[in-house]
């Protein structure tokens, strides 16, 4: 692998930047792997690098059915955070805060994290005391999490309207300051050409059609350029894992939904952070670009279509409008769904299943970006040893029927 | 954006007017003292999530305040009939395989949609509202 540095930059100039190395191959799949990853977006990709770095298995395939990170990877609004509620889930999204802040380096990479912090409001008196129960919650696991007065929001967000003319006005809101954004193409792209240089085999245009399963265990899986062999296999595939879990004659309790995002046309500096309401329902930052990058909910009906509802981005701007009136009449230049699986307690699964060797890493929702180098760490942990790493086992498909569940419906409502 | 026919108000009325409520046909277990585990969580957390043809339960939340059934396709999001609560489809993944089989051409609805059911010619016209 070519590493990257200032000096690189400099030689290849004189080149005419023409003779860069090519970020990762183009391989024909072997016949067999020890380990396949279902799904070349981030958390798939982050997989296979961390189980050829880390675990020692370099044998490894990523078969993606379109191009990397093409997926939800490629269409989230990069929003980093852990101030979920719950120990299980804060040890998690902190485990992958940890490895963000080491990630361009450890990538040779620049992923671009910056940690300008996010801000969630409180509108109404019982927001104020699910956030101050959230920040409580947030400080005892580490998470450095506060609650703020309005005025204190103006001083990190001079633009928001802390007025009492506004429908809803703010009354507080939580701020995670170590929280921020990254560039997810960065992310996929560092993480591939990582695992690449690992040995990994990246197989793009490859997609799984079915799963060889003998005896209760999984011997490899059919796609559309043949059979591959492998002993253990990890779906990790987003809005189609319940399609792919059908395949194998699984049954997730995930929904597929919609989830649009869109940007405006690019803006001088105006916005400092990340600020996301629960209430008036809408997020919005701003991206290096200068676009602001605007989210909100998921389309409530299921749906595969990558694209969604005008009803939604209506919604969406009116709650952007509401927190920032300034922004009124800036014009939006793009707009694009994802395709969300939504998991019923807000969390995902990271689990082994019914059939011997085959592992689900999913239900990420809305929310997964944040947790991509943290889900790849400890899912790569959990298929080396054959045994879930211990942050990833509260995450278990048993959930649904034994009752634990983890519920961060609150932690994860608009917020992302 | 989804043109839907309300079986109630028998008329087609704009998306904003009504709200999905998840997969339809779901009952509640019968004998809730001797359920076991398994069959709780099931009908409490797994729903069906196809790529293709789904029956699912809206309300017409602004309108008439009822609630219907719709059977869509989950992909290209077309709705193809709409029908009261304690009726069944008439359209099923298996109905639709055996039209395509038959090379019958499904239409391709993308966004607009059409909603009632074929074979009632009354719904099927357009009220003047
Ligand atoms: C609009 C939007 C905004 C979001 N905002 C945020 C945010 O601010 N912060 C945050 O933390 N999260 C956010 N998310 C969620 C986040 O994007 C996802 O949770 C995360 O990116 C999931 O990563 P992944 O690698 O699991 O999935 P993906 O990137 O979707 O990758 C799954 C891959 O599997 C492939 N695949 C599927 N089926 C097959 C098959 N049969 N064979 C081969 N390959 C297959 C797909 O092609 C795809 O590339 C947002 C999502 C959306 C849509
Ligand atoms: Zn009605």
Redesign the interface.
């Given at each position: 692998m070519q590493r990257y540095s200032g000096f690189g930059l400099v030689k290849h100039a004189f080149g005419h930047h023409e003779n860069w190395e090519r970020q990762w191959r183009n391989p024909e799949p072997k016949k067999q792997y020890d380990v396949i990853i279902v799904g070349g977006g981030g958390h798939g990709l982050a997989t296979a690098y961390y189980l050829a770095k880390e675990f020692g298995v370099k044998n490894v395939a990523v078969v993606e059915k379109g191009w990397l990170g093409g997926g939800n990877t490629a269409r989230n609004t990069t929003i980093v955070r852990s101030n979920y509620l719950w120990d299980e889930a804060a040890r998690l999204y902190n485990h992958s805060l940890d490895l963000w802040k080491g990630l361009s380096q450890d990538l040779n990479y620049n992923v671009m994290f910056s940690q300008r912090g996010v801000l969630n409001l409180g509108h109404t008196l019982q927001d104020m005391r699910d956030i101050q129960r959230r920040v409580n919650a947030n400080r005892l696991n580490g998470v450095d999490s506060e609650v703020v007065t309005p005025q204190q929001i103006k001083e990190i967000e001079p633009e928001i309207d802390i007025s009492n003319r506004a429908r809803y006005p703010i009354m507080g809101a939580s701020w995670q300051k170590s929280a921020g954004v990254a560039r997810h193409d960065a992310v996929a792209w560092g993480f591939a050409r990582g695992a690449d240089a690992h040995g990994v085999d990246l197989l793009q245009n490859t997609e799984v059609t079915g799963f060889k399963i003998r005896d209760g265990k999984v011997l490899g899986v059919h796609t559309n350029r043949g059979d591959i062999e492998a002993h253990t296999v990890g779906c990790v595939a987003a809005g189609?894992s319940?399609?792919l879990a059908e395949m194998a004659g699984i049954?997730?309790?995930?929904?597929?939904h919609p989830l649009q995002a869109l940007v405006s046309e690019p803006l001088k500096p105006i916005l400092n952070t990340v600020t996301m309401s629960n209430h008036v329902h809408g997020y919005v930052s701003q991206s290096d670009k200068g676009d602001l990058v605007i989210g909100a909910g998921i389309d409530?009906?299921?749906?595969?279509?990558q694209r969604g509802?005008?009803?939604t981005i209506e919604h969406t701007l009116q709650a952007i409008v509401e927190m920032f009136p300034m922004f009124s009449r800036v014009r939006m230049n793009r707009q694009w769904g994802g395709i969300v699986d939504t998991c019923?307690d807000a969390c995902p699964i990271l689990s082994k299943t019914k059939v011997k060797g085959l592992y689900f890493n999913c239900g990420w929702g809305t929310g997964g970006f944040k947790a991509t180098p943290g889900s790849g760490h400890v899912f790569a942990a959990s298929l080396a040893k054959g045994e879930m790493h211990p942050i990833a086992a509260p995450f278990s498909i048993d959930r649904?029927?034994?009752?634990a569940l983890i519920d961060e419906h609150g932690a994860a409502g608009v917020a992302h | 954006?989804?043109y839907i026919y309300c079986p109630y108000c028998k008329e087609h009325r704009e998306?904003?007017e009504f709200?999905?409520r998840?997969q339809a046909h779901l009952l509640r277990p019968e004998d809730p003292e001797n359920t076991s585990?398994?069959e709780?969580?099931?009908y409490?957390?797994?729903?069906d999530?196809p790529?293709g043809i789904?029956h699912?339960m809206w309300v017409h939340s602004v309108g008439c305040r009822k609630f219907f059934n719709i059977t869509?396709n989950?992909?290209?999001?077309e709705i193809l009939e709409t029908y009261p609560m304690g009726e069944q489809p008439t359209i099923t993944a298996e109905t639709e395989r055996v039209r395509k089989e038959q090379g019958v051409q499904a239409a391709d609805g993308g966004w607009q949609t059409v909603g009632a059911r074929p074979e009632n010619k009354a719904l099927n016209e357009e009220t003047s509202s």
């Open positions: 189609n319940g399609v049954k997730l309790p995930l929904e597929s409530g009906y299921l749906g595969y279509g509802s005008y009803p019923p649904f029927h034994t009752g | 954006m989804f998306e904003e709200h999905p998840g585990d398994e709780w969580g099931d409490l957390f797994f729903r999530n790529r789904h699912e869509r989950t992909v290209t999001y």
